[in-house]
């Protein structure tokens, strides 16, 4: 029987190849973002390969739009299986004591408040019918601090805590609860790190191969398919030159 998967942020990078590779699955999709004309595009795309998908626009800051947008998904799509949290963004590479205040807030409120209003809307769903997945998306960020990663960081720290509470919430029901946590990924997200300096965003991708989001979406696609039994409680993937959030080889072979 097909899943249903929600997946947030899937109009671009790993999202987006998550949704790739879970329609490839045969699984049905709930696609969110907040660029409603990029949404509509991959929806389209999608469907003409066969794939029955549902767009959801809403920014996940906003607590009373995610209820709302949850609130409209018809009957027959709202046992949710899945949920991909993924959603969320870098901005800025300052030094703590230089960084926009702004921008922290920015990433405190969809990085971690935002993961949070989804598990909140969609979880209890799961629980009561003791079936689902949850799979959040940490980073490498999240395992240790590295120069001018500060917040965002922190945001992911904060992440793996929750992936980890969450587990242990629910470990009394049949749901499983996955950190899935990349190194450099060649997305949209440093052109959103870097407010949109393309110059810049692509000095992080030279002289090495980063993963992609298909690559991300392979792995989510893994611990979703895993048997029942098998919980994929976390897992680290990064591109092979490089070791940990700080330890990049540029122009290794
Ligand atoms: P992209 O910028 O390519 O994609 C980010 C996605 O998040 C977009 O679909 C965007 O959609 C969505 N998004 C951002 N803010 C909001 C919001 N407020 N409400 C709803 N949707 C939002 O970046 P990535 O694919 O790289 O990032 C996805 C996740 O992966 C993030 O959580 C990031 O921290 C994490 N990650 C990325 C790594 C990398 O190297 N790229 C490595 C490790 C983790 P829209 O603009 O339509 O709202
Ligand atoms: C994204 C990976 O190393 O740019 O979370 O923070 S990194």
């Known amino acids: 029987m097909k899943r249903t998967v929600l997946i947030t942020g899937a109009t671009s990078g790993i999202g ?19 660029n409603e004309r990029r949404l509509t595009e991959i929806c389209e795309e999608l469907k003409s390969q066969g794939c029955e998908v549902l767009p959801l626009v809403f ?42 205040m702004d921008d922290w807030e920015t990433m405190i409120d969809t990085n971690i408040k935002g993961l ?37 960081c922190a945001t992911k720290s904060a992440v793996k805590a929750l992936t980890d509470g969450l587990r242990i919430d629910v470990a009394n029901t049949a749901l499983r609860v996955t950190n ?20 810049r965003a692509k000095t992080l991708y030279t002289g090495i191969k980063p993963l992609t989001g298909d690559d991300i979406g392979d792995v989510a696609l893994y611990a979703a398919n895993a048997p029942a039994h098998v919980q994929i409680a976390e897992v680290l993937i990064l591109a092979t030159h490089q070791a940990n959030g700080s330890v990049i080889v540029r122009n290794g072979k």
Not at 23 to 33: K, S, V
Not at 92 to 97: A, K, N, Q, V
Request: with cysteine.
């Open 180 to 199: 899935l946590k990349p190194g450099l990924v060649e997305t949209n997200f440093s052109n959103v790190r870097f407010h949109g300096d393309t110059g």
């Open 116 to 152: 949070l209003t989804m598990t909140r809307l969609i979880v209890p769903g799961m629980v009561a019918r003791d079936k689902g997945h949850i799979i959040n998306i940490g980073s490498v960020a999240g395992d240790a601090a590295y120069a001018g990663g500060n917040v965002y």
């Open 59 to 100: 920014d996940v800051r906003d607590r009373k739009a995610a209820a709302a947008a949850v609130e409209s998904i018809p009957e027959e799509w709202q046992s949710i299986d899945v949920l991909i949290n993924n959603a969320g963004l870098a901005l800025g590479l300052e030094p703590e004591y230089e960084g926009d």
């Open 16 to 34: 987006l190849g998550c949704a790739k590779k879970f329609a490839a699955n045969g699984d049905r999709l709930i696609l969110t973002g907040r």
